[in-house]
């Protein structure tokens, strides 16, 4: 079956990695059409998968959550120009699915697979709910949902509960985000002196790393905890950025900030706690599935799709949401037992053990399977 994989951008951020490695699972073969070229277009083209580049206008892909909320008429003609040149190459390829790996393109490349005829499959990757994409944006989601896609796949309960009267209309299921270490994936018996940990993945203000230093700034002095923050701003979050800058140089902790080059295993053989500290649900939570296949322990919120992953005690430790305290508390229960940090080091790779490409690829393709024939029936009966 010859599937088209959609995304609009070719940056090397969560959603890409999953694609990256489903990709893996399936081993290679299809179609990528991403609205522009970059890391994620080179790394899949390695794995035997056709790739082609349509440019989406800048403006337009680069848009933020909170700027995307608002519609601007702008970003509503560059999408429906799109959706026209889209419709035409996916006629010209007559793929037998479509599968859209991001907000964006779920837009754009379901209204042009069904102009075009083509079962589409929308994988919701975002919550769609008003704290995380706005009112106008959540409304117009759940409508499009309802309207266009053959079926949805979402990454977690979390994005599930939040995609509306969808649940009710088409098939969803729930598909693990594939991961596999990359020369790791042995345990760990204790931090290292002096410990590090890390907040990894782009700056945002509600990814929290404004939380994280409030949280390491309680811990005691005599711990000598390192502080990093490993990511950079994406989407024009760049006056966040700076803040955040401002507030390391006038911390009491000790702090630094780096850029991150896409390969996490590498930097996780020298970071011995992995924090999430999203403010508000995360969706899913790569970073966290990356962290464990690795056996670093990890601490996360007690909500979304990060505490899906993470059993409590087992192979992580949760937090109340939110709350420096309730962080700052795990973070020292973590790092100054070491019997501790060895169970949840063990667990999180016996839990990791469900992202395995092969896995998740094998439910994939049943799945994709379902879709097309159901997308071509639905066809007929409209015939």
């Given at each position: ?10 940056v ?43 440019p ?89 949902l ?70 390491l ?31 390391v ?5 000790d ?22 500290a999203?403010?508000?649900p ?102």
């Open positions: 079956m010859r599937i088209a994989f959609l995304d609009h951008t070719a090397w951020s969560g959603g890409e990695i999953a694609l990256q490695r489903l990709l893996e699972g399936l081993d290679g073969g299809g179609l990528l059409v991403l609205g522009e070229d970059g890391p994620l277009a080179e790394r899949v083209a390695e794995l035997g998968v056709e790739v082609r580049v349509l989406l206008a800048g403006r337009t892909r680069g848009l933020s959550r909170a700027q995307s909320s608002r519609l601007p008429v702008r970003a509503v003609w560059d999408t429906l120009r799109h959706v026209w040149r889209l419709r035409r190459m996916l006629r010209e390829v007559r793929p037998d699915l479509v599968h859209t790996n991001s907000l964006k393109s779920g837009i754009y490349g379901s209204l042009a697979a069904r102009l075009a005829g083509v079962p589409v499959v929308w994988h919701v990757r975002d919550r769609i709910a008003e704290d995380y994409l706005g009112g106008p944006l959540t409304r117009l989601v759940r409508l499009l309802v309207l266009l896609p053959d079926a949805i796949l979402v990454n977690s309960e979390a994005t599930r509960e939040t995609i509306g009267p969808a649940r009710r209309v088409v098939p969803n299921v729930v598909l693990d985000d594939p991961y596999r270490p990359v020369g790791a994936g042995t345990p760990r018996s204790r931090p290292k002196d002096p410990p590090v940990v890390a907040l990894i993945g782009r700056m945002a203000p509600w990814k929290g790393q404004h939380l994280f230093l409030d949280a700034e309680k811990l005691p002095e005599s711990m000598g905890v390192q502080g990093l923050l490993l990511g950079s701003a994406l989407f024009g979050e760049e006056e966040y950025v700076a803040g955040v800058q401002e507030r140089a006038s911390s009491t902790a702090v630094r900030i780096s850029s991150f080059s896409g390969d996490v295993s590498e930097a996780l053989a020298d970071i011995d706690v992995v924090v999430n999203s403010v508000i995360e969706p899913f939570g790569q970073v966290v599935v990356e962290a464990i296949a690795n056996g670093v322990p990890v601490v996360v919120p007690d909500q979304g799709g990060p505490a899906e992953i993470v059993r409590h005690g087992t192979s992580g430790l949760a937090y109340r949401a939110g709350d420096a305290d309730s962080l700052a508390a795990r973070l020292a229960e973590v790092l100054g037992d070491e019997d501790l940090y060895a169970r949840l080091s063990a667990g999180g790779l016996a839990r990791a053990g469900d992202y395995d490409p092969e896995r998740v690829a094998e439910s994939y393709r049943a799945f994709a399977g379902s879709v097309r024939r159901l997308g071509v029936l639905r066809r007929l009966r409209r015939n």
